[in-house]
């Protein structure tokens, strides 16, 4: 089983930048992808970024392509998301998730593994 821990998030004025990060736990296969999401109020959990262990691959959603970057330490279990320029529409609660494999999916249901969330609120 796979344990998810994000921390960071917060809250930040439109145009500024915030961290957060997601330590994994558990029996794992040694090749994976792991990948946050994000769930705004009243809106369905959409795909932000993800990234694969062996090799090294990222994939960004469109709406933050450019603002946001993913990255990960293999040797601590742990992948980040730094969010810069972030926009009043980055609000969201922010999951991590995990999937074996090398193949970074959009789709949440490929992703069977969880962290419970952190909140990101960005005002105007």
């Known amino acids: 089983q796979v344990q998810l821990v994000e921390s960071g998030g917060g809250s930040v004025q439109a145009g500024g930048s915030l961290r957060v990060s997601c330590a994994g736990s558990g029996r794992t296969s040694p090749v994976y992808v792991m990948a946050w999401f994000r769930q705004a109020p009243g809106k369905e959990r959409e795909f932000v970024a993800g990234?694969?262990?062996?090799?090294?691959?990222?994939s960004y959603s469109d709406s933050v392509k450019g603002r946001f970057t993913i990255s990960r330490d293999n040797a601590k279990n742990t992948v980040s998301l730094q969010m810069n320029s972030l926009k009043p529409e980055d609000t969201a609660v922010y999951y991590c998730?995990?999937?074996?494999?090398?193949?970074?999916?959009?789709?949440?249901?490929?992703?069977?593994?969880w962290g419970q969330g952190t909140q990101v609120t960005v005002s105007s």
């Open positions: 990234i694969s262990r062996t090799p090294i691959r990222t």
């Open positions: 998730a995990h999937r074996d494999g090398t193949l970074i999916v959009a789709d949440e249901n490929e992703y069977p593994h």
